[in-house]
């Protein structure tokens, strides 16, 4: 029987001339990454103040317009995280703390719903599949269409798939964020960043992770396995209509 391994690559992303880091990542969707993790790290705001993203030979290079600064935030400290695949940030729990609450939405979803979307991000996942050894990150819209990236890294995956829906240029409010990644707090601060008011995962999520989610008003949903979960959070965006497991 033939063995799928996982791939990675170190990826050396440069913005404007400088080189930020070497980052281990799967090589597919740069581009998407790129974005997300410009935005998630604070380097950017919107999809619109990067001016061209070149793609070569393990490296990547990111022009930004010229009102974008790069420099204080390329200054400050940055904190090692407990990723995979990453593991540098430059926001603290503090910093996390004074991101803006997410805005209230019309949404308000039975766990049933969360947990089929999970079942169909799983199916969508043929990286996972083929290896057993990827991490993915999918957002569920407003009209129940899945988008779905992979990548060795839980932390890359998610910054795979804000970039695609920054380009997008989709609300937030209107959009779940879905992980096969434990929710740590540097997750559940790509996620408050963005602005997701829901995020879902099929493991865990830290206790720093659930207290910055309860502080921001961002629902936190666990352990989605088959027809069971836990539901974290209080914030009203999630109700359970199943017998599943509900703790905080």
């Known amino acids: 029987m033939r063995i799928y391994c996982p791939e990675e690559y170190p990826?050396?992303?440069?913005?404007?001339?400088?080189?930020?880091?070497?980052?281990?990542?799967?090589?597919?969707?740069?581009i998407d990454w790129t974005y997300g993790h410009l935005f998630t790290?604070?380097?950017?705001?919107?999809?619109?103040?990067?001016?061209?993203?070149?793609?070569?030979?393990?490296?990547v290079y990111a022009t930004l317009h010229e009102e974008v600064e790069v420099t204080p935030m390329l200054k400050r400290k940055k904190y090692i995280t407990a990723g995979c695949g990453n593991g540098v940030t430059f926001f603290s729990m503090t910093d996390v703390k004074k991101f803006p609450k997410v805005q209230k939405s019309n949404q308000r979803l039975p766990l049933s719903f969360l947990l089929k979307k999970r079942h169909e991000f799983a199916?969508?996942?043929?990286?996972?599949?083929?290896?057993g050894g990827m991490h993915g990150a999918?957002?569920?819209e407003e009209t129940g269409e899945i988008t779905v990236r992979e990548d060795i890294g839980?932390?890359?995956?998610?910054?795979?798939?804000?970039?695609?829906?920054?380009?997008?240029?989709?609300?937030?409010?209107?959009?779940?964020?879905?992980?096969?990644?434990?929710?740590?707090?540097?997750?559940?601060?790509?996620?408050a960043r963005f602005g997701f008011g829901i995020?879902?995962?099929?493991?865990a999520a830290t206790k720093q992770a659930v207290q910055l989610a309860k502080f921001l008003g961002i629902e936190v949903v666990g352990y989605m396995r088959g027809k069971v979960a836990v539901?974290?959070?209080e914030n009203g965006n999630v109700f359970n209509d199943l017998k599943a497991i509900?703790?905080?």
């Open 199 to 203: 995020v879902g995962s099929r493991t």
């Open 231 to 233: 539901i974290y959070t």
């Open 123 to 131: 199916k969508e996942s043929p990286m996972y599949n083929e290896t």
């Open 246 to 248: 509900s703790k905080r």
């Open 41 to 59: 790290e604070g380097i950017i705001d919107h999809a619109d103040d990067v001016k061209d993203i070149n793609v070569n030979e393990g490296r």
């Open 11 to 30: 990826i050396s992303l440069y913005v404007n001339g400088e080189e930020l880091a070497t980052y281990q990542l799967t090589n597919s969707d740069l």
């Open 154 to 191: 839980r932390h890359n995956a998610v910054d795979k798939i804000i970039g695609a829906a920054l380009q997008r240029k989709l609300d937030p409010k209107k959009l779940i964020l879905l992980t096969t990644g434990r929710i740590s707090y540097e997750m559940l601060a790509k996620t």
């Open 138 to 140: 999918c957002i569920v």
